[in-house]
């Protein structure tokens, strides 16, 4: 039975094979963005994100259709774009960049879905906001594990940089004046260049929580960094194994399936965790 529901899809189909290793790929390289957006005390910027990715990839859509060049291009420049635009209005008004984004973000969702509907239809605009992961072909899954792959050697490159930005900038400002903005474009092109790869397979509304959810979790758990980005890549890829096997034995559609499974994890990550233990505070508050 176990057989049957966790390994057999896998082995027998190959479009379930290359959705599981499209998810491992994503897994690996956006919980470690992740992470650092949670060291960051960014944890919203993902979403804010993903949904400014939408109006670039709309436009891409209705010049070039279902182009995966075309639609890369387009969420990518709108990403950075919005990244940008918000980080100006932080300095320049008395508006935090969380704010900024807040605001941002909501009016490109809006533009993305207003310019898909003028050509497409319900199923277009499902595909873009959902993802299509048993949908996923050879081209797409080879950009996402190159995009992954870059991720990775981007942050083992630039590591004491990032971790040093990210618990005391103002340090890293004083000795090297440059070097916080620098590091901070290069993660802002990271998390924009993941989020467009996420949104082919999972859509823009589900690939935060592949990004977010394994990382919250494993703050649960451990102490250190390296630790930290350890579990998170392994919570990230269970939740893609068994999100995947739950959509192929119950029907469901796959992306959401393996962000509920990551959900599941967190929430049993915030009942149990070793640095959470909710549970013993509730029982405690009952006795």
Known sequence: MIWHHLFQPFIEFGFMRRALVVCLALSVSTTALGVFLLL????????ALSHAILPGVAVGYLLSGMSLLAMT????????????????????????????????????????????????????????????????DNDAALFVCGVASLTLLSLALCYRGLVSEAFDSAFLEVNARRLPSLLHGLF??????????????????????????????????????????LLAALGGALSAWLG???????????????????????????????????????????N
């Open 40 to 47: 960051r005390r960014m944890s919203l910027m993902g979403d």
């Open 73 to 136: 291009l387009g969420g990518f420049i709108a990403g950075i774009a919005v990244a940008l635009t918000a980080g100006l209005v932080s300095r320049r008004t008395p508006l935090r960049e969380d704010a900024s984004f807040a605001g941002f973000y909501l009016g490109s969702l809006a533009l993305g879905v207003t310019l898909v509907s003028l050509r497409g239809s319900s199923v277009d605009l499902l595909h873009l906001l959902f993802g299509s992961i048993l949908a996923v």
């Open 188 to 229: 802002l092109a990271l998390l924009v260049l993941n989020l467009v790869a996420s949104f082919q397979v999972l859509g823009t509304l589900m690939a935060v929580g592949v990004m977010m959810l394994p990382a919250v979790a494993a703050r649960c758990w451990v102490r250190t960094l390296p630790g930290l980005l």
């Open 244 to 286: 995947l096997s739950l959509s192929w034995s119950a029907g469901l559609p796959a992306g959401p399936a393996i962000v509920l499974t990551a959900s599941l994890l967190f929430f049993i990550s915030v009942l149990c965790g070793t640095r959470s233990r909710l549970a013993d505070g509730l029982r405690a508050f009952f």
